[in-house]
């Protein structure tokens, strides 16, 4: 038996946070979880009572797309893909547990759902960058299978995983992690960032958040969701040249990953402090000084005092651990 699909969650704009459905207040920072709307053009997400765009001042409301995550469970897409149940929903996409209608034996999916973009050109680019990203093969990366154009929608095609997020566990946690742990699970962030950064031309991330890194039960293995979408990153983890200018480089990417090991090594919500991390010492006084001070320089605030590749900030992180 197919059952009815699961109520979207509702993403807090404020700090990114997942909460359950119907809810009216953000369980994390209490703010109010107004209905956003998102732009048909550029994809921007706008409040519900805009009238136009604030990035491309472009008409809203009865210009909008149709709402995201209608298909319906045994709805089949591209005469391949049948859909089980929605997963989850955000204001930008929505993803749904699919049968693969083609495969010899039974095989399911996850199908990534997104509103196409008005531009031409910019859905070419999507095709593009589908076909990149399902050349991939990384144990830390989910298998990318296809991407393609229906009925008015981008699909991406991937490896259907189950486990918990990074933001879940943090959740869970009352104190910070160890700094074993943390290690481990950095070493394994370093390797695919180095991959993704090596390829060419380099892909950049850009969307680093606890939220979009799983913990697959299975495997115990880290994974990197989203690879390859377009984002101006979340506040508190993009590198402030990302949030403010646009400018993405692969030390962007390398301060994104400096702020979630602080966030991992002291539970601080770095959604609070913005580009200006407190002191990883005055949270978690048992972390040692050259950890702490190579995850400083991770996430300095001028990208020219960071570290030039994310193999030299592995090769620090690693020393600092190893001397504990």
């Known amino acids: 038996m197919l059952g009815a699909p699961f109520a979207p969650d509702v993403i807090c704009h404020a700090c990114h946070t997942v909460n359950r459905a119907n809810a009216k207040h953000c369980r994390r920072c209490g703010a109010l979880l107004t209905p956003l709307q998102v732009c048909p053009h550029c994809q921007t997400e706008n409040r519900a009572q805009a009238h136009h765009c604030q990035h491309c001042g472009k008409p809203l409301g009865e210009n909008a797309a149709p709402a ?30 699919v049968k693969d209608l083609d495969a010899a034996h039974e095989k399911f999916w996850a199908l990534k759902e997104m509103r196409a973009p008005a531009d031409a050109s910019a859905g070419e680019a999507f095709m ?43 959740h869970k946690q009352s104190s910070p992690l160890s700094l074993t742990e943390v290690a481990c699970w950095a070493n394994q962030l370093f390797g695919v960032f180095q991959y993704l950064h090596d390829q060419t031309p380099p892909i950049l991330y850009r969307d680093l958040k606890p939220s979009n890194v799983m913990m697959e039960d ?17 506040l508190g983890y993009a590198a ?27 539970r601080h919500d770095p959604t609070t402090t913005p580009f ?26 001028d990208r020219r005092d960071r570290y030039a590749t994310m193999r030299d900030f592995q090769a620090a992180f690693q020393q600092a651990t190893q001397m504990v």
């Open 68 to 97: 995201l995550g209608k298909l319906a469970p045994l709805k089949v897409v591209r005469a391949r893909y049948q859909v089980v149940y929605r997963i989850t929903q955000t204001n930008t996409s929505a993803l749904y547990l």
């Open 128 to 170: 593009r960058e589908a076909e990149i990203l399902a050349r991939l093969n990384h144990p830390n990366l989910p298998r990318l299978l296809e991407g393609f154009t229906f009925e008015e929608r981008q699909y991406l095609v991937m490896e259907h995983m189950r486990g918990q997020t990074l933001a879940i566990l943090l």
């Open 218 to 234: 299975d495997s115990g293995l880290l994974k990197l969701m989203d690879c390859g979408d377009a984002a101006i990153g979340a």
């Open 240 to 266: 402030p040249e990302q949030w403010q200018r646009g400018e993405s480089t692969p030390q962007s990417d390398i301060y994104a990953l400096a702020v979630l090991l602080h966030q991992l090594l002291t």
């Open 276 to 301: 200006n991390l407190p002191a990883l010492a005055t949270l978690n006084a048992a972390v040692p000084a050259g950890v702490a001070d190579a995850i400083a320089k991770g996430c300095a605030p």
